[in-house]
C-alpha cells in the first residue's frame, strides 16, 4: 500500500506564501516524477508544477516567477513553495507520484487527497 499525505494548505492574503508538503509512505522502491496539481471551482484539474527524480523541473505559465517544486528523496517528500499567492490561485491542490512499488513492476500513479489553498483579496 502507498499513500500520499499532502499538509500545509490555508487561507492567506493576497501576496502572501505557504507551502505545501507531500510525504510518500508505504511499499516504495523507487519514485519517478512527483508534481502537483490544482482544480478550482468550476474548472478542470490543471498541471501547476512538476519535477524529476532527476530535479528537472516545469510549471504552469501563470505560476512561474512565484512558486517553486522541490523534493527530498531520502523523504520521499515534494514540496511545493507558493509566493505572491493570487486570488485566482484559490483552489484544492493535490500532490501526484509515479511509483513502483517493486523492481521491474511498472510506474503507478498515486494522488493524494487533496489539501485546500485560499488567497483572499
Known sequence: QVQLVESGGGLVQAG???RLSCAASGSIFSIDDMGWYRRAPG???ELVARIS?????NYLDSVKGRF????D???NTV???MNNLKPEDTAVYFCNAEIRTRVRMP??????QG????VSS
Not at 510506474?107 to 493524494?112: C, L, S
Not at 489539501?115 to 485560499?118: D, G, P, S, Y
Open 16 to 18: 502572501g506564501s505557504l
Open 43 to 45: 474548472k478542470q484539474r
Open 53 to 57: 527524480s532527476g530535479f528537472n523541473t
Open 68 to 71: 517553486a517544486i522541490s523534493r
Open 73 to 75: 528523496n531520502a523523504k
Open 79 to 81: 514540496y511545493l513553495q
Open 107 to 112: 510506474r503507478v500513479e498515486y494522488w493524494g
Open 115 to 118: 489539501t485546500q489553498v485560499t
